[in-house]
């Protein structure tokens, strides 16, 4: 958990424990002056009756008190289901450079950058950029660049040279064997800037590359290049 998602769980949980204390305080208070209440009007002159408009006061004030408390703890609740933690943590993001599990990428500006991991140095690889329609749009060969992590910049052409829309979701299909011919799988993920967060179904999203991601598949975060 990073520093500023520990900030905001400690301010939610803070929050929540003062309107506990709060309410338990308002009913400790409110038995009191009940118990005062009744004492004293048992206990009154029947040929002189006590002035009851403070006692009215009081009662009206404390129900009010009682109220406001009441609205406080709903609307944190509210928050809480809300992710709004969650939402505050990830606002921090916008203008970062994050890292995101998955294989699908946006094409922006003509280009579509894939990051991928290699637990081993392969023979051969070959890359393929499938459309949102499972149709191949583009494939071949690619030198592996050992193992480890590495970029695949798809440059937006199809097999007959024609430049895409930008706009589309593309996904990086990666066939990669050893010197053995036995399989590698590589581990794709999608790098990019956070332009801003919302909640979207009560889960936190965050808008990498036009695409939006759940915050959870986020995997690191670091300032970007301009900053």
């Not at 928050?79 to 599990?101: C, F, H, P, R, W």
């Not at 199809?158 to 990086?172: C, E, V």
């Not at 011919?181 to 999203?205: E, F, K, P, Y």
């Amino acid at each position: 958990m990073s520093t500023q998602q520990l900030s905001s769980t400690t301010t939610s949980t803070a929050a929540g424990a003062s309107i506990n204390n709060g309410l338990a305080s308002i009913a400790n208070n409110y038995q009191t002056f009940l118990s005062l209440l009744t004492t004293q009007l048992a206990n009154q002159d029947p040929t002189s009756p006590m002035d009851t408009s403070q006692f009215t006061s009081q009662l009206t004030q404390m129900t009010g008190v009682e109220q406001q408390l009441l609205s406080n703890q709903l609307l944190q609740q509210l928050v809480n289901q809300s992710g709004g933690g969650n939402l505050e943590s990830a606002i921090g993001m916008i203008g970062k450079n994050v890292t995101i599990n998955g294989d699908s990428a946006n094409l922006t500006n003509g280009t579509a950058t894939w990051t991928f991991s290699l637990p081993s140095t392969p023979s051969s690889m070959t890359v393929s950029v499938v459309n949102a329609s499972n149709d191949i749009i583009w494939t071949g060969p690619v030198t592996p660049n050992g193992s480890g992590a590495q970029t695949f910049t798809w440059d937006g052409k199809d097999m007959s040279g024609n430049q895409q829309a930008n706009g589309g979701t593309y996904t990086l299909k990666i066939t990669a064997t050893d010197a053995n011919g036995q399989a590698i799988t590589a581990d794709t993920t999608l790098q990019g800037t956070a332009t801003a967060v919302q909640t979207v179904n009560g889960q936190t999203m965050v808008t990498v590359g036009g695409a939006q991601v759940p915050l959870s598949s986020i995997i690191g975060v670091s300032s970007s290049s301009g900053s």
